[in-house]
């Protein structure tokens, strides 16, 4: 019989005060925006706004306690209980918000989501400073779900590629309807086209081909 020993989540205090601060900020940015008359910008950063301060309302904190896992609100209420038992297997994916270190803003972090028969639940280590901590305890004698994380894997693949093959197309057609006829211009628009298309086809051919069954 596993057994489990206690731990209560802790938040990580800066990615909360970037969302309070940001959403805020966003929110007031927004509703400037729209006042002058702007609502094709001044709509999506109001909904940016609104969303983070919702994120931040809606943030679980955690408790592992007698073999259960129970998810409580900033407030205190506890919203519901899962019995630890009822998990299956889990995956794991590290993400990046950029290609290279180097590049304004880029961060990594990973997602550990947990399977039961009928709920998936997201755990992600930018929300927790005890991420490694409450992981270990929370996937003790779980399988590692690999064909779950190859079918993501897949499917941002998908997206991605689709996404920069229609921008490629896109951004092909715009600029060459802006640039005047002067062959260069052509050219490196037919260039830049086939860039973003060419990018989006070999992410396409990245993806992997599921596996058997090695849950």
Not at 76 to 93: A, M, P
Not at 98 to 119: H, P, R, S, V
Request: net charge positive.
């Amino acid at each position: 019989m596993k057994t489990h020993k206690e731990i209560t989540s802790k938040p990580k205090l800066s990615s909360i005060l970037i969302l309070i601060i940001g959403g805020f900020l966003a929110i007031i940015f927004g509703t400037i925006l729209i006042i002058k008359g702007n609502w094709i910008i001044g709509v999506p950063f109001l909904i940016i706004g609104l969303y983070s301060l919702y994120w931040i309302f809606n943030y679980d904190t955690l408790q592992i306690k007698n073999g259960k896992l129970i998810f409580k609100s900033i407030t205190g209420f506890t919203k519901k209980t899962i019995s630890l038992s009822e998990l299956k297997s889990y995956t794991e994916i590290e993400k990046e918000n950029a290609q290279y270190k180097w590049e304004f803003g880029y961060m990594k972090w990973k997602d550990l989501t947990l399977i039961g028969d009928n709920f998936k639940y997201k755990i992600s280590s930018t929300s927790y400073i005890n991420y490694n901590e409450l992981r270990k305890e929370l996937t003790k004698g779980l399988k590692r779900n690999f064909k779950a994380e190859t079918k993501w894997q897949n499917n941002n693949l998908t997206y991605i590629g689709i996404g920069l093959i229609i921008f490629g197309f896109l951004i092909g057609f715009w600029f060459w309807q802006a640039t005047k006829d002067i062959l260069f211009e052509k050219i490196l628009t037919i260039l830049l086209s086939i860039g973003f298309i060419g990018y989006g086809i070999y992410l396409l051919y990245k993806r992997k081909k599921p596996a058997g069954n090695n849950v």
